[in-house]
Every structure is written in structure tokens, then in C-alpha cells.
């Protein structure tokens, strides 16, 4: 939030539901059926924008990783796939 921002002031429903004011949807690129995570932190609620990670494209990099090992080297055993995919999956947590 930038230091001269002035606070927008929204309301409770009954049904538990906050609306977003439209300069902030528009800044944020907000749209209908966007996913937030919610914390709760002292006297404050804080909306983070979830980002939900592409599968097909994580799949297909991991597929020509594979790919590559077997045109380098031959067929692959489980133990190396197993190994490729676990490999990746810490490569990830370590980029976050």
C-alpha cells in the first residue's frame, strides 16, 4: 500500500462476505471467482492472492527432463524417474 493511499471503508454482510472496492479489483486484477488465502494477524485480516501452480506445465517439464536423460543415456529405471521427479520438486521449493 502506498504511504499516501487513503483507506477505502467496506462492510461486513451478514453472510460473512467483505466487497473489494473496484480500484483495488482493477489495480489488482481481481476478477469474479478469484481465490484468496485469508489470515488472520492481530486486529487485521489479510487477503493474499492465491496463484494456483500450472500441472500440465510443471507435468511437461518434468516429461522432457525424461526425455532428454533417455536420449542421452537409454531407458530409465523407477529409481531414476523417481529420483528426476523428486529432484524437481525441491528445485521448485527452493524458487519459492
Known sequence: MAQNEKADLTILSEKGQV????????RMGLKPKTKFLVY???DSVILKKFEEPD?????????????????????????????????HRQKKKRSK
Open 19 to 26: 466487497v473489494i472496492p473496484a480500484k483495488i479489483r482493477l
Open 40 to 42: 488472520a494477524y492481530n
Open 55 to 87: 500441472l500440465s506445465k510443471e507435468l511437461e517439464a518434468m516429461y522432457k527432463r525424461v526425455d532428454e536423460r533417455i536420449a542421452k543415456y537409454g531407458e530409465l529405471s523407477n529409481d531414476e524417474i523417481n529420483q528426476i521427479i523428486h529432484e
